[in-house]
């Protein structure tokens, strides 16, 4: 069964780079890997995707090794309001695989 | 402006009744999805459609019905079969259905007592 893992929540301050990593378990050839932006009451938010190496857009990074089973969200100097939880999900036969998400509390 | 809309925000009924939540998108996007998301969990699909007058079931499709008439317009019905109803429910839509990246709208909260 697909599913993927991360940690639970993270702790960080204004100004730091702040890297999420994702583990995703029988990931297929062809899926690409996604991450998004929640924050509380809202629906999510696309933030960027890969399918392989690293990916940058104007908000983060996203680096995928060779092997495909794990992703890291880099997002560089965070502040107050990147304050959300963060998922990974993977594209899978047409459809996004959600998991619980990482919690990220951002602090002055 | 370009967007999904979903009505109402929030929506309380009471235990044996159904109850449709609307989901309408302006996208133009081909397909579009359900989710049901808990207190501190992840999304969870219920239903999703590729394209007009087709669709699937996802992973919790007990208790919920879709029709897909229109392309803008995916309704979900919440019957009253389905056990635990009250949940927080998240409309997308993608350009295609091998495209990842979904544009939610602000989801509609449902009450059930």
């Known amino acids: 069964l697909a599913k993927t893992t991360q940690p639970i929540s993270m702790d960080s301050y204004e100004g730091q780079e702040v890297n999420i990593t994702c583990s995703h378990n029988n990931i297929a050839t062809n899926d690409y890997i996604t991450w998004y932006q929640q924050f509380p009451s809202q629906g999510p938010r696309f933030i960027i995707q890969g399918y392989k190496t690293k990916v940058t857009n104007e908000v983060a990074s996203l680096f995928i090794p060779a092997d495909r089973k794990s992703s890291t969200l880099s997002l560089p100097r965070v502040s107050l309001s990147d304050t959300a939880v963060y998922y990974c999900p993977f594209g899978n036969t047409g459809k996004l695989i959600f998991g619980q998400g990482t919690t990220l509390q951002v602090k002055p | 402006d370009g967007g999904i809309t979903q009505s109402p925000k929030y929506l309380f009924r009471k235990e044996g009744q159904n109850v449709t939540l609307s989901c309408e998108q302006n996208l133009n996007h081909d397909a579009m999805y359900w989710y049901r998301q808990d207190p501190g969990q992840g999304l969870r699909l219920i239903y999703y459609s590729q394209i007009v007058n087709d669709f699937q079931k996802g992973d919790i499709a007990e208790g919920y019905s879709v029709s897909r008439e229109k392309k803008e317009s995916f309704p979900l019905t919440v019957t009253s079969a389905q056990k635990n109803p009250t949940a927080f429910y998240l409309c997308?839509?993608?350009?295609?259905?091998?495209?990842?990246?979904?544009?939610f709208g602000p989801g509609t909260r449902l009450t059930v007592t």
């Open positions: 997308a839509s993608s350009i295609s259905s091998g495209v990842y990246e979904q544009y």
